[in-house]
C-alpha cells in the first residue's frame, strides 16, 4: 500500500526532498561557491524532470483527496520542465546573489503546491496547494533585497492575494454549506445551478481569474510583474498561470458540469475582456517586462477561449497551448532576463539595433515574439489557431471574430520590439554580450520547443489521446 | 496519371535553391547566384510542363477531367475529422496554375539575371525569388484547405521581403508594411472562413469539404441551417474566404496597397503583380467554386459586384496616373475585377482563361517597363517619349502586350475577353455594361501609355546617349520574346476543352458576332489615345508645316483638340478620375488610419486605471464579482 503511495506522490516528494536537501546543505555549510551550487541545483532538477517521465500508475489515495493520471503527470512534468528552463536562465542573475539556496526552496516549495493543487480531490486540498504557492511568491518577489520596487511589488501581491483568497475561501465555504461536501465527485452530484450555488461559484471563479489575471481581476499583476526580478516575473507569468489553468480546466469540465451553461457565458466575458484589455494594455508600454506581462493577459484570455470550447478539443489544446506558451514566454524572458542582468536595460527603445552585436539573442527573441504573436511556421501558430476552433466549436463566431482581430492587433506590439531589434539604427547599441552555457542550453531548448511543438503532430495527438473533455 | 514523386520537386526544388542562396549565396555563391536560382525554376518548369502535358493527355478515362489527390501526409491531427495534411491536389486549374506560375517565374529569373546585376544583395533577391515562387507553388497545389492558409501567409511574408527590397528606402519599407498588414487584415477574414466551413463540414480536406458542401448530407443541412443575423454560416464562410481573396488580389476597397507596392524592383512586379500573387484570390474563389455555386445566388453576386466595381474603378483611376508602373497595377487590378466578376457570372471557364492569357500579357508589359525606366532613369511617363527608336524590341512587345490586353483580335486578351462578356450578359446585363465600357477605357490607358512613351518628343534623358549601349542583354531579350509570343498565341488554345467547372471538356464556341462590340469600342479608345497623345507631344515640330497650307485644317484640329481636351481632361479626369482617386485617397485610406487613432486613444484612455494603489485593485475585483452574479444570477436564472 505505501509503495503504490509513494509512486504515485513520488513527483511531489522528489520536490520535496529537494528542498530538505538545499535546507540541510545551507544549514551544514557555512561557506559554499555560488556557481557549483547553481550547477548542482540545475543537475537536481534535471533528473527530477527525468524520473518525472517515467511511468506512473493512476491512483486515487487518501480516500478521494488526492488522485493522479497520465495527464496530470504530464501536466506536472511541463511544469517541470518549465521551472528547469527559468532556473537555467537565473543563472546570470543568480551568480551574484547572497542568497541562492532560500530562492531555491521557495522556487520549489511553489511547485509543491501547484502539484499538490492539480491533484487535488478536494477543495480543501486545493486550497492549501494554493496557498502554499502564493505566500513563497510573494517572498520571491521581493527577492532584489535592495530595490525598493521590488518589496513594494510583493506587499501589493500579498494584500491582493489575500484578499483573493478571502473570497475564494467564502465561496469554498458557501459551497460546503450548499452541498454538504467537498470531495469533487460528490459535488457533482448535489449541483443544481441555484442562485445560491452560482454565487459560490462566482466567488470560486474570481480567485481563479485573480491567479490567471483575467482581467477584471489583473490590475496586481503590473507592479508585482514590474518590481519582481525577471525571473520571478516569468515564473509568474508562465508556470504559475499554467498550473492554474491546468487544475480550472478540471474542475469545470468535471465538478462544474451541471452549471456548463452558466460558466460558458461567465468565460466569453472573461475571455473578451482579457484579451482585448491585456492587448491595449501592451500597446503602450515601452518596458519589455510590461510589454510581456500585460500580453500575458490576453494570452490568458485566448486560453480562456480553447476552454469555452467545453469539450475534448477544448482541454487537449488549452493544454498543447500552455506547452508552446512556456517555450516561447520564457525564450523571450529569458533574452530580457539576460540583457537585464548584464547591462540593466530594459526598454524597446535599448533594444534598437540590437542585431548588430547579438544576433543569437536577437533570432532567439525573434522567434519567440513570433510565436507569442501566431505567425506561422512557429508552434505559437499552431497552438492560437487549435484554441480558436476549439473555442468555433460552440458557434460563436462574434467571440471568435473579436479573438481573432485581436490577433491582429496583438501582431503589431510583437513585431514592434521585433523591427526595433532588427531594423532601427542604434542609438548606444548593446555591446556583445556573453552568453554562458546554462542560459544557452536554456535558449537552444526554448527556440527547439517553439519549432519543433507545431510540426511534431504527435505531440497533439498524444495530448489529446489522454484528454476526456466535458 | 502523374506520379507523386515528381510532382513534389515541383514546389520542393525552388525552396532547396532558397535554403541554398539563404545560408551560401552571399558568402560562397555571389555571382552564380542567379544562374543557381534559375536552374531550380527551369527544372520545375519542365516537371509542371510535363505533368501537364500527361494530365491533360492521359487522364480522360470517363470523359472528364477527374480531380485527384496523388499524395497526402497525415501531419497534424487535430479531432477525428478534422486534419492538417500536406496534401497536392491536381485538377484541371491546379495543372494549369502551376504551367503558369512556373513559366512566368522562370521568366522573371532569367530577366533579373541582367536586370539586377550588380545589386549588392544579388544573392539575397534570388533566395527571395524563389522562396515566393516556392510558396506559389503550395498555394496552388494544396489540398488541404490549411495547408492552402499557411502557404497563402508565406505568399504574403515572401512578398513583403520582395517589395520592401531597397529597404533602405523609406517609400519601400512603407509600401511593403502597407501590402502586409492590409492583405493581414484580409486574412482575418479568409481564416475566420475556413474556421466556419471545416467545422461545419468536419473536415479540411479540400475534395472531402467540396462534395459534402454540394450534396445532400447532414453536414450540409448542418451548415445552411445555423444562422447568425440572419445569413446562414455557409454564407457567412464563403463570403469571409472571399474578403481572404479579395484582400490577396486587390479588389476594391483593399486594393490601396497594390499601387503602392510598386515600390519593389520591377521584374518582381511582373512575377508578383501580374501573373501570380493577385490572382490566388481568384484561384481560392475558383477552387471552392462548386460550393460557391451550390450555395445559391447571394454570395456569387457579392462577387459579381465587388468584380465588376473594381474593374470599372481601376480603370478610371488608370486613365489618371502618370508613373508607368502604377498605370500597369491599376490595370492589373482592373483585369482582376474582370475574372472576379466572370466568376460570380459563372464564367468559371472565361475567368481562369483570362487569368491564363492575362499572365502572359501583364507580365510583358511590366517587364517592358522595366527595360524602359532602366533606359530613362525615371518611373514618370513625362520623362519618356520617342523610344521607339532607342528600343525597337521592347517597342514591338509592348504594342503586342497593349494590343492583347484590349482585346483586339487574334491577340490572346480578345479570345478570353470575348468569353467573360459572354458569361456576364448571360447572367447580369448591367454588369455587361459595365465589363463592355471598361474595356473600352482599358484600350485608351493602355495606348495613352504606349504613345507617350514610344512616340512623341524624345526627352533629354532618353535621347542623352543614344547608341551608347545596346538595348537589352540577350537574357533580358528572351523573356520578352518568350512573352511577346504568349501574348500573341494563348488565346488560341481551345481552354474550354481542358478547364471546366465540372471537369467535362467543352467545345470552344467559335468567335461570334457578339465581337463586334467590344472591339469596336477597344478601337474608339486606341483611335481617341492615338489622336490626344500622339499629336499633342508632336506639335512643335508640325508647325511650320501647319502654318503653311494646312491653317484651316490646323485650325480645325485645334479646335476639335480642345473639345477632345475638355471631355476627357474636364469630365473625365477631373469629373470622375479626381473624385475617384479622392475617395481613394482620402476615404478608404482615411478609414483605416481612423481604425488605428482610435485604438490607440483607447490604449492612452485605459491606463488610467492602473493607478498602482492596491486598494483600488481590490474595488475593482469587487466590483468584477459583483459584476458578474448581478449579471448572471439575475439575468439567466
Redesign the interface.
Known amino acids: 500500500m505505501w509503495a503504490g503511495i509513494i509512486l504515485s506522490l513520488r513527483q511531489e516528494l522528489m520536490i520535496t526532498i529537494l528542498i530538505f536537501v538545499l535546507l540541510v546543505y545551507k544549514i551544514g555549510a557555512s561557506e559554499y561557491k555560488t556557481n557549483a551550487l547553481l550547477n548542482g541545483i540545475n543537475l537536481l532538477l534535471l533528473a527530477n524532470l527525468i524520473v518525472g517521465f517515467f511511468p506512473c500508475p493512476d491512483a486515487t489515495s487518501f480516500s478521494g483527496m488526492f488522485h493522479t493520471n497520465r495527464l496530470i503527470v504530464l501536466e506536472k512534468n511541463m511544469l517541470n520542465l518549465g521551472t528547469l528552463l527559468i532556473s537555467l536562465q537565473a543563472y546570470d542573475w543568480l551568480k551574484s546573489h547572497r542568497h541562492v539556496p532560500e530562492f531555491y526552496m521557495l522556487l520549489l516549495a511553489t511547485l509543491t503546491g501547484f502539484f499538490f493543487m492539480i491533484s487535488s480531490g478536494n477543495l480543501l486540498l486545493f486550497y492549501l496547494g494554493l496557498e502554499l504557492s502564493s505566500i513563497p511568491l510573494a517572498a520571491l518577489a521581493s527577492f532584489d533585497l535592495e530595490k525598493r520596487q521590488s518589496s513594494e511589488g510583493a506587499?501589493?501581491f500579498i494584500?491582493?492575494a489575500a484578499?483573493?483568497s478571502a473570497?475564494l475561501l467564502f465561496g469554498i465555504s458557501l459551497l460546503y454549506g450548499a452541498t454538504g461536501t467537498l470531495g469533487f465527485d460528490t459535488i457533482v452530484q448535489r449541483l443544481d445551478?441555484?442562485?445560491f450555488q452560482?454565487?459560490a461559484f462566482?466567488?470560486i471563479?474570481?480567485g481563479f481569474?485573480?491567479k490567471i489575471a483575467a482581467v477584471?481581476?489583473h490590475?496586481?499583476t503590473?507592479?508585482v510583474y514590474e518590481g519582481s526580478p525577471v525571473t520571478v516575473t516569468a515564473y509568474l507569468s508562465v508556470i504559475s498561470k499554467g498550473a492554474v489553468f491546468f487544475i480550472f480546466i478540471q474542475l469545470l469540465y468535471t465538478v462544474f458540469k451541471p452549471i456548463a451553461t452558466?460558466w460558458y457565458?461567465?468565460l466569453i466575458?472573461l475571455s473578451v475582456l482579457s484579451i482585448t484589455?491585456g492587448n491595449?494594455?501592451a500597446?503602450?508600454q515601452n518596458r519589455l517586462k510590461r510589454l510581456l506581462a500585460f500580453s500575458s493577459i490576453a494570452q490568458s484570455g485566448f486560453i480562456l477561449a480553447g476552454v469555452i470550447g467545453s469539450s475534448?478539443?477544448g482541454e487537449a489544446s488549452v493544454v498543447y497551448f500552455i506547452l508552446i506558451y512556456i517555450f516561447s514566454n520564457l525564450g523571450a524572458f529569458g533574452v530580457v532576463s539576460l540583457i537585464s542582468a548584464q547591462t540593466g536595460k530594459e526598454t524597446i527603445s535599448d533594444y534598437r539595433g540590437l542585431y548588430a552585436n547579438n544576433p543569437a539573442l536577437s533570432w532567439v527573441m525573434a522567434i519567440s515574439l513570433f510565436s507569442l504573436a501566431g505567425?506561422?511556421?512557429t508552434a505559437g501558430f499552431?497552438g492560437k489557431?487549435?484554441l480558436?476552433?476549439a473555442g468555433?466549436?460552440k458557434?460563436n463566431?462574434?467571440f471568435?471574430?473579436i479573438a481573432?482581430?485581436n490577433?491582429?492587433?496583438s501582431?503589431y506590439y510583437y513585431l514592434k520590439v521585433v523591427k526595433a531589434i532588427f531594423?532601427d539604427k542604434p542609438e548606444q547599441p548593446i555591446e556583445k554580450l556573453v552568453i554562458p552555457l546554462l542560459p544557452n542550453i536554456a535558449f537552444i531548448v526554448c527556440v527547439a520547443g517553439t519549432i519543433i511543438t507545431g510540426l511534431a503532430?504527435w505531440i497533439?495527438?498524444y495530448i489529446?489521446s489522454l484528454s476526456i473533455g466535458l | 496519371m502523374p506520379n507523386a514523386s515528381y510532382i513534389v520537386l515541383i514546389p520542393l526544388l525552388p525552396l532547396a535553391g532558397f535554403a541554398l542562396l539563404g545560408l551560401f549565396g552571399r558568402r560562397y555563391i555571389k555571382g552564380f547566384a542567379g544562374v543557381l536560382g534559375t536552374s531550380f525554376v527551369l527544372v520545375s518548369t519542365a516537371l509542371a510542363l510535363y505533368v501537364a502535358w500527361q494530365y491533360f493527355s492521359i487522364s480522360l478515362p470517363q470523359g472528364h477531367f477527374k480531380q485527384t489527390v496523388p499524395l497526402n501526409l497525415n501531419w497534424l491531427t487535430f479531432s477525428p475529422g478534422l486534419s492538417i495534411d500536406m496534401s497536392i491536389i491536381l485538377d484541371p486549374i491546379s495543372v494549369m496554375m502551376i504551367v503558369v506560375v512556373t513559366l512566368i517565374s522562370l521568366l522573371v529569373h532569367t530577366f533579373s539575371l541582367g536586370y539586377m546585376k550588380g545589386e549588392t544583395r544579388y544573392a539575397t533577391y534570388y533566395a527571395f525569388l524563389n522562396l515566393f515562387t516556392f510558396s506559389m507553388l503550395g498555394l496552388v497545389l494544396s489540398g488541404n484547405l490549411f495547408e492552402t492558409y499557411i502557404f497563402w501567409e508565406l505568399v504574403g511574408c515572401s512578398s513583403f521581403l520582395l517589395i520592401g527590397f531597397y529597404f533602405d528606402r523609406p517609400t519601400a519599407v512603407a509600401a511593403a508594411k502597407k501590402a502586409f498588414i492590409v492583405t493581414r487584415f484580409a486574412d482575418l477574414g479568409f481564416l475566420v472562413g475556413i474556421l466556419i466551413l471545416s467545422f461545419h463540414a468536419d473536415t479540411l480536406d479540400i475534395h472531402t469539404l467540396i462534395q459534402r458542401l454540394t450534396q445532400p448530407g447532414p453536414q450540409l443541412t448542418n451548415i445552411t441551417t445555423a444562422s447568425f443575423l440572419g445569413i446562414s454560416a455557409l454564407s457567412w464562410g464563403l463570403v469571409l474566404v472571399f474578403v481572404g481573396g479579395a484582400g490577396k488580389s486587390a479588389m476594391f476597397p483593399l486594393h490601396i496597397w497594390l499601387p503602392d507596392a510598386m515600390e519593389g524592383p520591377t521584374p518582381v512586379s511582373a512575377l508578383i503583380h501580374a501573373a501570380t500573387m493577385v490572382v490566388a484570390g481568384v484561384y481560392l474563389v475558383a477552387r471552392l467554386y462548386p460550393v460557391y455555386a451550390h450555395a445559391g445566388p447571394a454570395v456569387l453576386q457579392v462577387v459579381l459586384y465587388v468584380g465588376a466595381l473594381s474593374a470599372l474603378l481601376a480603370a478610371i483611376i488608370a486613365c489618371t496616373q502618370t508613373d508607368i508602373k502604377r498605370v500597369l497595377a491599376y490595370s492589373t487590378m482592373s483585369q482582376i475585377g474582370y475574372m472576379m466578376f466572370a466568376l460570380g457570372a459563372h464564367g468559371y471557364t472565361a475567368s481562369m482563361f483570362h487569368l491564363f492569357t492575362h499572365a502572359f500579357f501583364k507580365a510583358l508589359l511590366f517587364l517592358c517597363a522595366g527595360v524602359i525606366i532602366h533606359r530613362v532613369h525615371s518611373n514618370e511617363m513625362k520623362d519618356m517619349g520617342a523610344l521607339r527608336k532607342l528600343l525597337p524590341l521592347t517597342h514591338a512587345c509592348f504594342l503586342i502586350a497593349c494590343l492583347a490586353i484590349s482585346g483586339i483580335p487574334p491577340f490572346s486578351g480578345f479570345f478570353s475577353k470575348e468569353d467573360i462578356l459572354l458569361a456576364a450578359w448571360n447572367s447580369n446585363k448591367l454588369v455587361y455594361a459595365v465589363g463592355l465600357f471598361t474595356s473600352g477605357l482599358t484600350a485608351f490607358y493602355m495606348f495613352r501609355l504606349y504613345f507617350s512613351v514610344f512616340w512623341g518628343r524624345p526627352t533629354h534623358e532618353a535621347g542623352a546617349h543614344p547608341g551608347h549601349h545596346p538595348e537589352t542583354p540577350f537574357t533580358e531579350k528572351l523573356p520578352l520574346v518568350i512573352l511577346a509570343l504568349g501574348a500573341l498565341s494563348a488565346g488560341w488554345i481551345p481552354f474550354s476543352r481542358f478547364v471546366t467547372a465540372d471537369g467535362k471538356p467543352e467545345p470552344a464556341h467559335g468567335v461570334s458576332v457578339f465581337a463586334i462590340a467590344p472591339v469596336a469600342l477597344a478601337l474608339i479608345g486606341i483611335a481617341t489615345a492615338a489622336y490626344l497623345y500622339r499629336k499633342e507631344t508632336e506639335r512643335p515640330q508640325r508647325a511650320a508645316a501647319a502654318f503653311k497650307g494646312f491653317y484651316q485644317f490646323a485650325y480645325h484640329k485645334f479646335y476639335i483638340d480642345e473639345v477632345y481636351t475638355f471631355i476627357t481632361k474636364k469630365i473625365i479626369f477631373n469629373g470622375i478620375g479626381r473624385p475617384a482617386a479622392w475617395i481613394d485617397k482620402n476615404i478608404v485610406d482615411g478609414l483605416m488610419n481612423l481604425l488605428a487613432t482610435i485604438t490607440a486613444r483607447i490604449a492612452a484612455g485605459i491606463k488610467g486605471i492602473q493607478s498602482g494603489k492596491v486598494q483600488d485593485y481590490t474595488l475593482y475585483f469587487f466590483a468584477g464579482i459583483v459584476g458578474l452574479a448581478v449579471l448572471f444570477i439575475y439575468l439567466y436564472t
Open positions: 506587499m501589493k494584500l491582493s484578499f483573493s473570497l445551478g441555484s442562485a452560482l454565487f462566482i466567488l471563479l474570481s481569474a485573480f477584471p481581476f490590475l496586481w503590473a507592479d452558466s457565458r461567465i466575458i484589455v491595449l494594455f500597446l503602450r475534448r478539443i505567425i506561422p511556421p499552431f489557431f487549435f480558436l476552433m468555433a466549436g458557434g463566431y462574434v471568435i471574430t481573432a482581430l490577433m491582429v492587433i501582431l531594423m503532430g497533439y495527438d489529446y
